[in-house]
Each structure stands twice: as C-alpha cells, then as structure tokens.
C-alpha cells in the first residue's frame, strides 16, 4: 500500500516542528496487574466499520474502573448509541485546516484536564486525519492498527487479517490493555 503524497507530507511536518524525545512514563500491564485507569478511544467514522466498533466500546463502558473518553467526527455519532455525550469530543471538517490535519489547539483542548493511559486507534484506513492525531499525543501506550505510517504513530501495532473476524483484532487490544477482566 503506498502513502499518499498529502499523509507524507503531514508526517514529515510533524517530525520537524513537533517531534520531542521519548517519554520515559511506563504503565505496567501484566496478567496479576489491573490494566490501564484511562482510555481514549478515536473512532472511525466509516458505518460499516463503526457497527462493529460500537459492539467493541460497549463493552469498555460497562467497566466502572476505566475512564474512557472518544474522539469522533460529528457526522458519525449516530453510529455510536451507547456512547455518552459526556464522554465524546466531536470534530468537523472546520476543524481541519487545507492539508486535512486537525488543528490539534481545538482538540487538545476540549480533552486536556485529563490524562491517559493509552489511546486505541480504530480507525483502519492511513487517510483518516484523526489517525495523525497520535503524534502529537503524550500518551506511554498507542494502539492501533497496522499499515504503511503505524510504526510513526503507535507503540503497539496489531496485525489484522482479511480472513479472520474483525472481533478477533479487538479482542487483542482488550487483552494488550488489561480491559478483559
């Protein structure tokens, strides 16, 4: 799959203007821990994918010790029922500047009095503006899946296949996080 010329050209910007060193926060996740305290969840905003996705969530919400927010764009919250207005950041296409990146001072700051213990990326396609987000994130564990920029943008990288169930995948990340107990 080839990166297209607008996702590179994001990257390479991101990489001069607002690469930092790595930082040194660890969260420990074992089989005797409990896991992450706090999730963000960015959403796809695709409805076959999101169907799937919102059967995945439900699941995270039903626990009372993991706080869990979710970016979505505006225009595909109706996938998501169960999800609490509350706990969802929305984004619009005003608020994507020429190249297609977020402006990443509204977002940080509809979401910033909070901190977390790991981002899951569900989105699936590199086109997804809300998927470079990551990079600017200072958030120890990312998750998401795998393509031609995840190793820029995630420290965990989950292999999907085409042959097996989409459920599988998610199944994975609840194990990677600790959120299947």
């Known amino acids: 799959m080839k990166i297209p010329l607008r996702i590179r050209a994001l990257l390479i910007w991101n990489k001069i203007f607002y690469s ?3 930082a040194d926060s660890l969260v420990k996740i074992s089989s005797g821990g409990k896991g992450v305290k706090s999730v963000l969840f960015l ?8 169907q ?20 979505v764009h ?6 998501y029922h169960a ?18 990146m977020l402006d990443f001072d509204k977002i940080i ?37 795998s393509s031609p920029i995840s190793n820029y943008l995630y420290t965990v990288v989950i292999d999907f296949s085409e042959n097996s169930f989409l459920e599988d995948n998610y199944i994975t990340i609840e194990k990677i996080l600790g959120l299947d107990q």
């Open 20 to 22: 930092k060193p790595k």
């Open 52 to 71: 799937v996705v919102s059967h995945f969530i439900k699941k995270s919400l039903n626990q009372d010790t993991i706080d869990v927010k979710f970016i």
């Open 109 to 145: 700051k509809k979401f910033s009095d909070f901190n977390y213990n790991a981002l899951v990326d569900l989105n699936r396609s590199i086109e997804q503006p809300l998927s470079l987000l990551c990079m600017r994130l200072d958030i120890p564990i990312k998750v998401g899946f």
């Open 74 to 79: 505006e225009n595909a919250l109706y996938h």
């Open 43 to 50: 959403l796809p905003s695709e409805k076959k994918l999101a």
């Open 83 to 100: 999800i609490l207005k509350s706990d969802t950041i929305t984004f619009s296409d005003t608020d994507l500047n020429w190249f297609g």
